[in-house]
């Protein structure tokens, strides 16, 4: 079975640019989580979504925003890129929202703003 | 808000040796779970452990294990038998198991441990 899937793999953008990141999780999960990962840090949740409706918000700015698809993958949109926001973008798939189920990651996309 | 301090930004050991990384908590809940996660250079975050908070005994996983002190909050990991491929960044993670509000399903990481195994 294949794993949480991201793309793209990386991608450069200038600062003030928009981003679009994407996401397929598991088959049969229904749940996705975004995380930011800067360099040398551990990651910091960013958003859930379950069934299309978002569940979960993490202390990140609105220009950070997500949705999900019918099909239950997702998209982790940024706008007005700043330098600060290069990072590696990790996606989490689970069967549920709940804190009872794993979450399994993706490869992650390492975004880089020049 | 929970938080997770990991105080060994690197540790290393020989190959086929123990060590141990350590991992405190905080929180104001009664259950939850703890996990490590290991994330090795291809970034690929991979789960070692998980442990129940309401189950005193503590979770073994092969060459893994975790001393849980549920009173102390803390959560550490052992690798018996070190293998080179046990080389990577280590994160220690907590979870609500129900948590309400925007905090749901979130896992809050540690700052990780690097782990160097020496040949």
């Known amino acids: 079975d294949a794993g949480v899937t991201q793309s793209p793999t990386h991608l450069i953008k200038t600062r003030g640019q928009q981003v679009t990141l994407r996401c397929s999780p598991i088959s049969g999960h229904k749940s996705v989580s975004w995380y930011q990962q800067v360099l040398g840090q551990g990651p910091q949740f960013i958003f859930q979504?379950?069934?299309?409706?978002?569940?979960g918000r993490g202390n990140f700015p609105d220009r950070f925003s997500a949705r999900q698809f019918p099909n239950y993958s997702s998209e982790l949109n940024v706008n007005a890129l700043l330098l600060g926001d290069s990072a590696l973008y990790l996606c989490?798939?689970?069967?549920?929202?709940?804190?009872?189920?794993?979450?399994?990651f993706g490869p992650g996309t390492r975004l880089t703003v020049t | 808000a929970q938080t997770v301090t990991q105080s060994q930004p690197e540790m290393s050991v020989q190959e086929a040796e123990t060590v141990t990384l350590s991992c405190t908590y905080d929180?104001?809940?009664?259950?939850?779970?703890l996990f490590w996660y290991k994330q090795p250079p291809s970034r690929q975050m991979i789960l070692v452990i998980r442990?129940?908070?309401?189950?005193?005994q503590n979770a073994t996983e092969n060459r893994f294990s975790v001393n849980f002190q549920k009173a102390a909050k803390s959560f550490s990991l052992k690798i018996s038998d070190s293998q080179l491929g046990d080389a990577a960044m280590y994160f220690c993670a907590y979870r609500s198991p129900n948590a309400g509000g925007t905090s749901y399903g979130k896992l809050t990481f540690g700052q990780g441990t690097i782990l160097t195994v020496h040949p």
């Open positions: 929180t104001s809940e009664s259950d939850y779970y």
């Open positions: 442990q129940e908070a309401y189950k005193q």
């Open positions: 979504y379950y069934e299309k409706e978002e569940r």
């Open positions: 989490a798939s689970s069967l549920g929202p709940s804190g009872s189920y794993e979450q399994y």
